[in-house]
Nanobody, 115 residues
Framework: QVQLVESGGGLVQPGGSMRLSCATSRSIFSTYTMGWYRQVPGKQRELVASITTGGTTIYATSVKGRFSISRDNAKNTVYLQMNSLKPEDTAVYYC?????????WGQGTQVTVSS
């Protein structure tokens, strides 16, 4: 069973920063691309950022230059550093990975950007 354990999230003021973490098993972390998605009520879940095992990254246009995804191979953890947060970044954020069998998701963590 693939488990993705997220931490971080909460309330932050506009312009502030926050870091999300997602830990998984070494076998998954060392083999598959890891990603972060977000979803707001009534909208589809969208890709925020992803990172391959080799460190190649992809970002949604809306977060380029503000968010940074990284991996810590020693901790089997992927991070999403979010800077210059805007109210429109408010969403539930999900960690994700895809194996040959299926896609797997974390439990989701709420990020609210509000004054």
């Amino acid at each position: 069973q693939v488990q993705l354990v997220e931490s971080g999230g909460g309330l932050v003021q506009p312009g502030g920063s926050m870091r999300l973490s997602c830990a998984t098993s070494r076998s998954i972390f060392s083999t598959y691309t890891m990603g972060w998605y977000r979803q707001v009520p009534g909208k589809q879940r969208e890709l925020v950022a992803s990172i391959t095992t080799g460190g190649t990254t992809i970002y949604a246009t809306s977060v380029k230059g503000r968010f940074s995804i990284s991996r810590d191979n020693a901790k089997n953890t992927v991070y999403l550093q979010m800077n210059s947060l805007k109210p429109e970044d408010t969403a539930v954020y999900y960690c994700n990975t895809r194996t040959a069998i299926s896609a797997y998701w974390g439990q989701g963590t709420q990020v609210t950007v509000s004054s």
